[in-house]
């Protein structure tokens, strides 16, 4: 609990009606898309830059711990405030898009705001911002960035980290910094942005971010490729990126997730024996580099084994299908009661075989483990099933099943996460993708800037 | 100097051949592109990361001061032991590309490997590394990520940190560590690779980096414009790319390099009342997409005022086109004995107006300030020319212009450089660019990483 002398310099910074700390509220802000619940002390809205700091600065001095918040959709407990503390909401508030500037194609924002908002702005005024995630609809590009959020389209154009110019931010201390300028290139000093993108808000609260645009992309085209199995299919991504395709999207269902939207969606309108299936855009200024791309991916595909591809011919077949790919993640639930889903993500090549692999660890517990997701950037949506969740033996069986496949990634050279981050889920294992000297540099950083470890303090396994 | 019990202990890591202390090592390793001329104790070239590693725990354990060092092309001291200590010259045995991964586009090499060599070796299987810097023939990649470095081709193609997927490295304490893996995306943990780049050897020894390699585009064409003056040629530059135009290289020379060109090579073939000249490349998979690029340019151009517009038919013609520019370096000395050369960058939409001020700072002290380079990202050469350096009005008149100038971009959002770093030379000129706070966090970071300070220590202003 707070004491109330805190309560009230908070009130005295940001005003009464901005922090809460009711039941009401308190319960509003303790949850996220881990479904762990953890109650905060307090809530406090920040309106600007200048009360974060002065908060900031306050619970430095009276060490009292403060987890910044977006819209909380993080998967793995980032904006949990799992050692109490007052979380730190930027949704309320900062929510503006400051400016779009045309000239620069670059987009100006508070942390607040959310990213389908600002594709759509860009794109009012034909410019585009790529990153997509899945939660695009109500997650902030505050959280995007400290958790350098992936999507769709990372396959052709990248991820948050390959958008973000500059950034404004307030230390724990209080201190005002910029990190980059309006420029294309920058290296005067050490490059803050880049070690604060991804820090899960463990280093510095972020108050302003300079996002790039590009040109939006005049036409786009939806493709699916069929292929009798996983295997086949997983060997095309990789094959055919090397063979110069350049789609926007290459997203992957393997057989267990297609058997699952046909139990789930009787009427699904998907091809009669397909064991694996890719599925993506591609996009391009002209028909013939349309065609172009497309051309390469079905050679590609037809090399590789595929036994069919589909191009839709209007937005209505378009959504048809990507519906497939869109509902994995419910269908998969025809398979348990609980769902252990994490997001690793291997070198391309390696694809075929981390999911072989998957299937033997998991068939090895007598569990299913219906795999999708971003093939393009070789990044698999895992998902192991707890057939009932109030199974104590197949709920550790379960556990240890996602511990090996770590492990397994990690072998293979890939990593714990392709786009959801450590949190507190994952910080578990941060020893099978770490040697000591690693966590011990981790642990430098965080101290360098958050010497009283106040700003969401024991994440990331730190 | 180097007390001999300590030159021994080198000789026992890394054998006798490998450690030079005679007058000769020492002054072949004591300066690089900006003139200056620091004699190190040592020159010590280890073999492979595990000397890096003990002949790091070794310094670090006796307060040594070591100064990594590729080619030595830096224009800024990243590499000159200023404060004495022993240059750890990586460019004589750990200079291997250890694998082109044609399955995941990937280059896996140590530091010393040459850039260009290194485009060739993805070259000649289809794949292309697009960061050129003017040095490329003989700076080293290990240099290009601890600076990095930009080129012709950043318009379209980003810069060093756009391909750096994954460092080794050693720390100061002689403790090897991974940032990054081989995978697309990776957020487990801190973003270590995104603080290493752009370090200037400050934080860390990289022992091998694995880069991010592109198909190669198919087709290529190189394209001038001409304009009545430069402001109009800047104005074309951040208007035509709005529109959509994305050219591999946007390069500019304003009406005094033009000039200088003309008095320097009599024959040059420049278009008469050139003021203003912007050239470059286009790239693409197909001759309409190229036909498309060089529309987009030659329309927007013309509608900002161009006079000319020439696309090469030929490589012959293309390497006429690209004469002017890439002599424009040495043109600059027709206006002076002593060129005082920096590489600020300001936003695109910035860049008409900061060479209008350049150009009244550089009036105010009777001086010529020629300018050229990647407008394409915003980037500017500029050349204060000192007609006699051995005149100290001046030369000090000289370097209160470039004061201004640092003082004039960061001002208009811009940064003291674009690409070439601070090391020594624009040590003085961080406060400029930096506040008190953002100064501390940079001093934390740099003792999180090296806590005795034997890296390269006081460059960057630290």
Request: net charge negative; hydrophobic share 40%; charged share 25%.
């Amino acid at each position: 609990m707070l004491d109330n002398k805190h309560l009230n310099h908070f009130k005295s910074i940001v005003g009464v009606e901005n922090v809460k700390s009711d039941k009401a509220h308190l319960i509003a802000y303790c949850y996220d898309a881990t479904r762990e619940r953890f109650e905060p002390d307090a809530v406090v809205f920040p309106r600007d830059e200048q009360d974060v700091s002065n908060i900031l600065k306050y619970c430095n001095e009276h060490k009292i711990i403060i987890v910044p918040r977006g819209a909380g959709s993080c998967f793995t407990g980032g904006a949990l405030p799992a050692n109490g503390g007052i979380i730190l909401s930027l949704e309320r508030h900062m929510n503006q898009i400051l400016e779009i500037d045309m000239e620069n194609m670059l987009g100006i924002v508070q942390p607040g705001v959310i990213n389908m908002d600002f594709q759509k702005a860009a794109e009012a005024v034909g410019l585009f911002y790529p990153p997509d995630p899945a939660s695009e609809m109500y997650c902030t590009l505050g959280g995007n960035v400290a958790e350098n959020a992936g999507g769709m389209r990372a396959a052709k154009y990248g991820i948050t980290k390959d958008y973000v110019v500059a950034l404004r931010a307030v230390l724990p201390n209080g201190e005002i910094i910029t990190a980059g300028k309006k420029t294309i290139k920058d290296v005067a000093g050490y490059n803050t942005a880049g070690i604060l993108i991804a820090s899960e808000g463990t280093l510095a609260v972020i108050t302003q971010i300079t996002l790039k645009l590009i040109p939006k992309p005049k036409l786009k085209k939806t493709y699916m490729g069929i292929f009798p199995d996983v295997t086949k299919a997983m060997n095309a991504v990789f094959k055919s990126l090397a063979a110069g395709a350049n789609p926007v999207a290459m997203e992957f269902l393997d057989a267990l997730v297609i058997d699952a939207l046909k139990q789930k969606f009787p009427d699904i309108d998907l091809p009669q024996n397909a064991g694996g299936i890719l599925v993506g855009d591609v996009d391009g200024s002209s028909e013939a580099e349309i065609t172009s791309q497309l051309e390469t991916l079905k050679q590609s595909f037809k090399d590789n084994g595929s036994n069919g591809f589909i191009v839709a011919q209007s937005d209505e077949e378009a959504d048809k299908l990507w519906f497939a790919r869109k509902n994995a993640s419910p269908a998969t639930m025809v398979y348990g009661t609980k769902k252990l889903n994490e997001d690793i993500s291997v070198p391309r090549s390696k694809l075929p075989e981390a999911l072989e692999e998957i299937y033997k660890i998991a068939d090895k517990y007598g569990l299913k483990a219906p795999c999708f997701g971003h093939s393009g950037d070789g990044n698999i949506h895992v998902n192991v099933m707890v057939k009932d969740k109030n199974n104590e033996q197949e709920m550790a069986d379960g556990h240890k099943a996602i511990e090996e496949i770590f492990q397994l990634v990690v072998d293979m050279g890939g990593t714990l996460s392709g786009e959801h981050g450590i949190g507190l889920s994952k910080a578990p294992f941060m020893n099978i993708a770490f040697n000591q000297a690693e966590m011990e540099l981790f642990k430098s950083i965080k101290k360098a800037f958050d010497p009283n470890n106040i700003l969401n303090p024991f994440k990331m396994g730190l």
